[in-house]
């Protein structure tokens, strides 16, 4: 099925994805075949993921962004991914929206970190308008100076990705487990987890509502085109490499002991 808000206006065609409560370990390999081995326009929207996990950069380093210690006492699964970006806690409330995009699918943007965000930025812009002030803050979403939204990026030769994870709601004892960044954007002004967040169940009535209004904003750019789950699922398992893995609890007990060192020092 296709949704297109103008039949006389030829767009390039957007997949879109819908589900709920899916693995954010599955969905990121997902994200990272279609990436590499899709020659389509992908738009993933999962509305929650099963369990809680820690999701760092490509180029993260456990010792640096988390409390190992107490990640290994509770068990909580860390995920390194294939982009960029910094590194959140997701969970149950946590709403997923991610982009794969072919270089030539929208006119005029350069296919350049910068650009790619600012186009992410108006397209959220218009979805959030009459809710709140959002702005784009560096490379985050904010309602006024307060974050709900994390970013990572990755480009190739041909295309390029922008996945998000906004912040439906989340548990402030969660935010434990997260140490604070050495590399922080400026506007943090070195606020802890409380200060510098805000739920965007404060603002929106709903997250049907975000979906949609997100959808309808896409749909400006894109003759959108409801794709099933499943075939997804299947068409994108290959024997491709990924570099999305589970940290194991040996590279974690790693991990802890260099924290734990540079601690005593």
Known sequence: MIISKSRD?????????????????????????LLRASSDNWCIINNGTNQPNIVMGISGKPEELIEVELVLQ????????????????VDDRTIFVTFICNKNA????????????????QLYKNAFEA??????CENDYAFGLRKFGGNAQSITKNRWIHHTSFLWDYDAKSMEYLRLPKRAPE?????????????????LTSRSTFIERTISSL???????????DCVIDASESSQVLTTKLLTNQELEKAYSTQHQSFQK
């Open 106 to 121: 929208i006119p005029g943007l350069q296919p350049y970190p910068r650009p790619i965000m600012s186009w992410t930025g």
């Open 74 to 89: 509770d068990q909580v699964p860390v995920i390194r991914r294939f982009t960029g970006g910094g590194t959140v806690i």
């Open 219 to 229: 749909e400006d750019h894109f003759s959108v085109r409801i794709t099933e789950f």
């Open 187 to 203: 506007y943090r002004l070195a606020r802890n987890h409380s200060e510098f967040l805000c739920r965007m169940k404060d603002y």
């Open 9 to 33: 206006v030829c767009l390039p065609i957007m997949n879109l994805i819908r589900t709920k409560g899916f693995s954010i370990l599955q969905q990121l390999h997902m994200e990272e075949r």
């Open 131 to 136: 809710y709140g002030n959002f702005q784009l």
